[in-house]
């Protein structure tokens, strides 16, 4: 109700102590469960960011400082702490709430972010101009571990390295894209050896972590730190996908997206008939079966094209390179070259982020490559 939603919204939480911060959690934690049981939504990736988001708008201030999300769907939060805690029960409804964030619903919400890889970009884009405005007031990019590796966000990354400007990225690393984190990057991220400062800080930023995303002890001091700190800086946050919500432990991608479900266990309210995509997933099963020449590759959405029981049967001849499908389109070329036959499989919405491999590598090649959309 309209009354249970301002305990969402306070005016201001600056001056809030970590006792009133943690309760604020709670309470949002809370309230997401509830909502997005009845309207379904990307649950599992925005409890592991309730905190860090808290923590985001008790030291800067929004839109004037503004926050980049790489990817959107960490964005609920966000959403409720600037006044559109009420718009929830529109979630997946035509001309409801946007599932991510976008700049038309709101003058906090800097860019269009559903998928991953541009927020460094953008970010970078704003910081750059501000130092040409002597504006000296940071610039905040959120970006997920496996959005990080995107070939895009290194591209930005490269060049953010070598500008001076108050840019802070920071790595919202719950090891996991939609699937289950995967590749260097990854195992840089998760190494025990300091290796992730020696990188960061070889590349010419800042680095701070790794950073306990779900305590405020931790957060507020180093994004305080971070933004006295007048230059480029990584603040490395260590969160769990899912947190404070027992069913997402024990779902395969921690309950990243779900239709309706049952707050109590996670089940879903209403039966999920077979879909195009499981269609499609049981054909290619059974043709990998008689053809061991077959490969199958996606780019970490496995939950969405159906094939989970494809890599579970046929391990050695599935890759799921992480979030990166630009790699992974290219990659089919090279596989069919060697004469083996590569299905390659993406959510519709994340294909565009391959046309120009799929234009200018795949078909130019003209070589026995499958490519599937899901919707």
């Not at 790595?171 to 984190?181: E, F």
């Amino acid at each position: 109700n309209k009354e249970n939603d301002k305990l969402y919204i306070p005016k201001s939480i600056k001056d809030f102590s970590e006792a009133e911060l943690t309760n604020l959690a709670k309470k949002i934690r809370k309230f997401m469960i509830a909502k997005n049981s009845s309207t379904g939504g990307h649950i599992g990736a925005n409890l592991g960011t309730v905190e860090l988001t808290i923590a985001l708008h008790k030291v800067f201030k929004s839109p004037q400082e503004p926050f980049l999300f790489d990817t959107g769907h960490q964005g609920y939060t966000h959403k409720i702490l600037t006044g559109r805690a009420n718009l929830f029960s529109t979630l997946n409804k035509y001309g409801g709430m946007n599932r991510f964030l976008t700049p038309k619903e709101s003058t906090h919400d800097i860019m269009e972010a559903s998928h991953a890889g541009t927020a460094i970009s953008v970010g970078l884009g704003i910081a750059k101009t501000r130092y040409l405005k002597k504006n000296n007031k940071p610039v905040v990019v959120v970006v997920g571990d496996s959005a990080l590796a995107e070939g895009s966000s290194w591209e930005a990354l490269n060049h953010a390295a070598v500008e001076d400007v108050k840019l802070i990225i920071i790595i919202n690393d719950n090891g996991y894209a939609i699937s289950p984190g995967f590749g260097g990057l990854h195992n840089l991220l998760s190494s025990d050896f300091g290796n992730a400062p020696k990188f960061f800080e070889s590349l010419g930023f800042k680095y701070d972590g790794p950073i306990d995303g779900h305590n405020f002890s931790e957060l507020v001091p180093a994004f305080e730190r971070a933004k006295e700190n007048p230059t480029r800086q990584i603040i490395h946050v260590k969160t769990v996908k899912g947190y404070g919500w027992e069913p997402a432990k024990k779902h395969p991608y921690k309950a990243h997206f779900s239709m309706p479900f049952n707050p109590d266990d996670g089940s879903l309210k209403e039966r999920v008939m077979k879909s195009y995509p499981d269609e499609a997933a049981s054909c290619i099963e059974e043709m990998m079966e008689f053809n061991d020449r077959i490969v199958c590759i996606t780019p970490s959405t496995l939950y969405a094209t159906g094939l989970t029981n494809v890599f579970d049967k046929f391990p050695n001849r599935s890759i799921d390179p992480g979030m990166e499908e630009q790699h992974a389109m290219s990659m089919t070329v090279g596989i069919a070259t060697e004469g083996y036959y590569p299905i390659v499989a993406f959510q519709s919405t994340f294909l565009q982020r391959a046309f120009d491999q799929l234009i200018h590598d795949v078909c130019f090649a003209d070589l026995p490559i499958m490519v599937l959309s899901a919707r």
